[in-house]
């Protein structure tokens, strides 16, 4: 795979502070390093994203395919991503299927925080977001109110990191949610002519790819950067993800 999209997409939210006006949030997502996408293609999603000048870049999941030792090349290549305040990430499926530990300790040992059912505020002038991130939903044990405990009741909005987009559904109640990004599809990988996906998998069968509202909650599910299953994408490019907050 040569190629890479950006897209640019705005998260209208209600009584956003004016400190966050602008706010930007880089994703990207399901990697799966070998055999069929390549270190030079997370390369020039690195350089895409640090183009982008972010607030925060997320990374949610799904970095290797088969082999977790693909990670041990993979992280040292996302360490070169920069964000104002940080990269951050979360776990997939195919973490749990491989060698969780092995990659969260990798990540750890690059200063990029993996977070697993933990949220922390980050300021910003005088306002701040709540980053949380949920345990895998397909084979963690995700816990909505263990991410969410360190919450300040207020106006932050809560930006929630879920590997599996219709994970949202388990917990749409919590209107307190103001984003949630996922990957996991890849978008369907393969789409028909009329744009319908060949695969939709477990939780990934309803919310595919762009963004959709949930009750009072966005979710956004980036198609994101490599290819399982078979070396192809149609219909269907990798993409780096560009999120930024306005007021609605």
């Not at 300790?105 to 949380?132: C, K, M, Q, W």
């Not at 966005?218 to 290819?227: D, F």
Request: charged letters at 20%.
């Amino acid at each position: 795979m040569r190629w890479l999209t950006v897209e640019h997409t705005p998260i209208p939210l209600r009584s956003l502070p004016s400190a966050l006006e602008g706010f930007s949030i880089v994703q990207l997502t399901d990697m799966h390093l070998r055999p069929f996408t390549q270190i030079d293609h997370i390369q020039r999603a690195v350089k895409l994203s640090n183009a982008l000048n972010p607030d925060i870049i997320v990374l949610t999941g799904d970095y290797v395919w088969h082999d977790a030792e693909d990670i041990l090349e993979l992280v040292p290549t996302l360490a070169n991503l920069r964000a104002k305040y940080g990269v951050f990430a979360i776990l997939g499926n195919h973490e749990y299927k491989t060698n969780a530990p092995l990659i969260r300790r990798t990540f750890e040992r690059y200063n990029i925080p993996v977070y697993t059912n933990f949220g922390a505020h980050i300021d910003v002038g005088d306002a701040s977001v709540y980053l949380a991130g949920i345990d895998d939903g397909w084979l963690g044990r995700p816990n909505i109110d263990k991410t969410l405990e360190n919450y300040r009741q207020d106006q932050t909005p809560i930006i929630l990191m879920a590997h599996e987009p219709d994970m949202i559904d388990w917990y749409a109640d919590r209107e307190e949610i103001s984003l949630q990004v996922s990957g996991h599809t890849h978008g369907g990988q393969v789409r028909t002519a009329k744009g319908k996906p060949l695969v939709r998998p477990y939780l990934g069968k309803k919310y595919v790819q762009g963004l959709y509202r949930v009750n009072q909650s966005w979710v956004y599910t980036s198609r994101g950067i490599g290819t399982t299953g078979i070396p192809l994408r149609h219909n269907c490019v990798p993409e780096v993800t560009h999120l930024t907050l306005t007021c609605a």
